[in-house]
């Protein structure tokens, strides 16, 4: 079955620094897509970023990027200048292929808590 | 913002009892999907659907039947609902055939005691 495993449960990090979490994933296919998901204590899961594989170069969305890494089956997010807002559940996705095949269901890993101190 | 909500938000219930959880949407997409998300689980898929009476089956169906009988809404059914059901409930579009990617609702809240 297709997996998705973000190995830290926990993360903090001082405002305006930079920190990454971490994603890597399992799939047979060859061309897939990637998401990251933040989850606020409001509990709505937010669209962050999405990268498409068969695209070289990594996503960017103002200060959120993707370091994504095919071969490795890698998939990290980099937070610049954090901001408070930014704490919340980041959750890792890929699109499924066990289910529907093309009917696109995600596989989520089970999550980072982010932190950000003042 | 998709257009999706959600109702109820938050329910109470007790175990042996039918709930149904509705999402509905505004934007005519075709793919909907309900999701559980539970602690150290991330979210699962239970059902979804590629169209008005056309759904198949998720990872974690057992115990649940879902129905759409109109483009924007999307059932779901806890036939004789179980402790091991309480969970946070997500509904999903998927935004265009191609774009793969998924826009949530707000999320219900279910405690089965």
């Known amino acids: 079955a297709q997996t998705v495993t973000q190995s830290q449960p926990e993360m903090s990090v001082q405002e305006a620094e930079t920190v990454t979490l971490s994603c890597t994933y399992d799939?047979?296919?060859?061309?897939?897509?990637l998401f990251w998901y933040k989850q606020p204590p409001s509990r709505q899961m937010i669209l962050v970023i999405r990268q498409e594989a068969y695209k070289q170069q990594n996503a960017t969305e103002n200060r959120f990027s993707v370091n994504f890494q095919k071969a490795a089956k890698s998939f990290s997010l980099k937070i610049s200048d954090s901001q408070l807002g930014d704490a919340a559940m980041y959750f890792c996705a890929s699109e499924g292929a066990d289910y529907g095949g093309s009917q696109g269901n995600l596989i989520f890993g089970k999550g980072t808590k982010l932190s950000v101190k003042p | 913002d998709a257009g999706i909500t959600q109702s109820p938000r938050h329910k109470v219930t007790e175990t042996g009892t039918p709930v149904t959880l509705r999402c509905h949407q505004t934007?005519?997409?075709?793919?909907m999907y309900w999701y559980r998300q539970d602690p150290g689980h991330g979210l699962r898929l239970i059902h979804y659907s590629y169209g008005v009476k056309d759904t198949d089956k998720g990872e974690v169906s057992d115990g649940y039947s879902v129905s759409r009988s109109k483009t924007e809404d999307f059932l779901l059914t806890l036939e004789s609902a179980t402790s091991s059901q309480t969970s946070v409930y997500f509904c999903a579009i998927k935004q265009g055939e191609l774009s793969k990617t998924q826009y949530f609702g707000p999320g219900t809240r279910l405690l089965v005691l």
């Open positions: 934007e005519n997409h075709r793919y």
């Open positions: 799939t047979s296919e060859s061309d897939y897509y």
